[in-house]
């Protein structure tokens, strides 16, 4: 019996310290992080964060959000672009997933704002395989 309770005691001291020392080697061992400066130097492009608060820019925001949100045959992605309005100029920014996605978007805003007062800056994502 002393022979198998030492095993099992050296079994277990030899697990529990692989346990304690995973931590340290799996942190040792990261990749290094995505160098991302060039994608977030700023730039003079219409952002979320231009959007003007000024209550007729925010109406407009709101009223082709509320046209874009109550198509329930757009994907989700066209549902999460971004509107910026700005001086009653409305800028459409992010990925849906078709050209006839791209195009019920923007004639929603066009409806809202004019067809001369949308910037269109949506794309294409790719389709999964």
Do not use: W
């Not at 099992?8 to 991302?36: E, H, K, M, W």
């Not at 971004?82 to 920014?93: C, R, Y």
């Not at 992010?94 to 006839?100: I, K, L």
């Amino acid at each position: 019996m002393k022979t198998t309770f030492s095993k099992t005691a050296r079994v277990v001291l030899v697990l529990g310290s692989l346990l304690c020392s995973y931590p340290l080697i799996s942190f040792s061992q990261q990749a290094p992080a995505p160098d991302n400066t060039k994608t977030n130097e700023p730039t003079n492009q219409t952002t979320a964060d231009k959007q003007s608060n000024a209550q007729s820019d925010r109406e407009l925001t709101q009223s082709v959000r509320r046209a874009i949100m109550q198509d329930k045959n757009l994907s989700t992605y066209a549902h999460n672009v971004k509107v910026v309005s700005q001086d009653g100029q409305v800028t459409l920014k992010g990925p849906v997933r078709s050209e006839d996605e791209k195009g019920a978007i923007v004639a929603k805003a066009a409806e809202v704002a004019g067809k001369d007062k949308v910037v269109d800056e949506l794309t294409i994502a790719p389709q999964k395989p």
